[in-house]
């Protein structure tokens, strides 16, 4: 390993060529706020610039892929409601949007459950693996928000609209063993098989030729990024009036009470 570098909630670790990316807040079931929406973006528009990575792992420390957002988190920062509201959004936005401008082979493990925004960025991933255990969940319309990370477009592209409808209106928990059946995941593997057995193979693909990764990559994304960068301008655009409904704040501010009481 060349090395490892420790941001605010992420953990960067280097094997040649392969940049592991761990979601690092287990306190918070790996939550992530706007410092972590940053950084992931940050790290994966240098990673693409960087020459030395050829390919970029995305997981979570512990139990969590992610939670989701750190909504205690985002209501706590400084400033007016509409200041943090647009702030938070344009962070959102450019993350979103340097996983859809990625290059080269991006690979998200989901170690554990993967909630809202973590679910729907693993699903910009080019490969998703999953453990047997984990599970997809998108409770959008149970916080009286939205579509967000694309999964207006991905989620009936991967699963169809019955699955899709019923994991973004319904808020629907998607197990592994059904990510597997809908085309979502490329495999399932067990809990502690990631180390022995899945890891492994992904370092084999850190040593495959580049300039074929991005070439072939080119070719199977060329119809969808325009859609993508659309979808993720639509939600981020929607995403800002539903904030700001009677019915969102309410949704959320009972989510932060039941938080309160855990």
């Given amino acids: 390993m060349a090395g490892a570098k420790e941001l605010a909630h992420l953990k960067l670790e280097r094997f040649g060529t392969v940049l592991r990316v761990t979601i690092n807040n287990p306190r ?3 939550a992530l706020n706007r410092q972590a929406y940053q950084d992931l973006g940050d790290t994966l528009v240098s990673a693409n610039k960087d020459d030395s990575v050829h390919v970029v792992v995305l997981t979570g420390a512990g139990d ?7 909504m205690v988190s985002a209501v706590a920062e400084e400033g007016s409601v509409e200041e943090k509201l647009a702030r938070g959004n344009a962070i959102l936005r450019e993350m979103v949007r340097a996983f859809i401008q990625f290059d080269k082979l991006l690979i998200a493990v989901i170690n554990g459950p993967a909630i809202g925004i973590a679910a729907t960025t693993a699903l910009l991933c080019d490969v998703v693996y999953m453990v047997d255990t984990a599970y997809f969940y998108t409770p959008f319309t149970r916080l009286g928000l939205c579509a967000e ?26 197990s ?15 809990k502690d098989e990631l180390e022995t057995k899945l890891w492994p193979q992904i370092l084999e693909y850190g040593k495959l030729p580049i300039g074929s990764i991005k ?3 080119r070719l199977t994304n060329r119809f969808q ?13 929607a995403l800002m009036g539903r904030y700001q409904t009677e019915e969102s704040m309410n949704a959320v501010m009972e989510f932060m009470m039941r938080k309160s009481k855990m």
């Fill in 28 to 30: 918070k079931k790996n």
């Fill in 64 to 70: 969590f892929y992610s939670s989701g957002n750190d």
């Fill in 149 to 174: 990370g694309c999964s207006s477009y991905t989620f009936p592209l991967l699963m169809g609209r019955s699955k899709a409808s019923e994991m973004l209106l319904l808020n629907h928990r998607l």
């Fill in 176 to 190: 592994a063993q059904e990510a597997l059946q809908f085309n979502v995941v490329a495999a399932v593997v067990k």
């Fill in 215 to 217: 070439a072939t990559k």
């Fill in 225 to 237: 990024r325009d859609q993508l960068h659309e979808a993720n301008d639509r939600e981020t655009e």
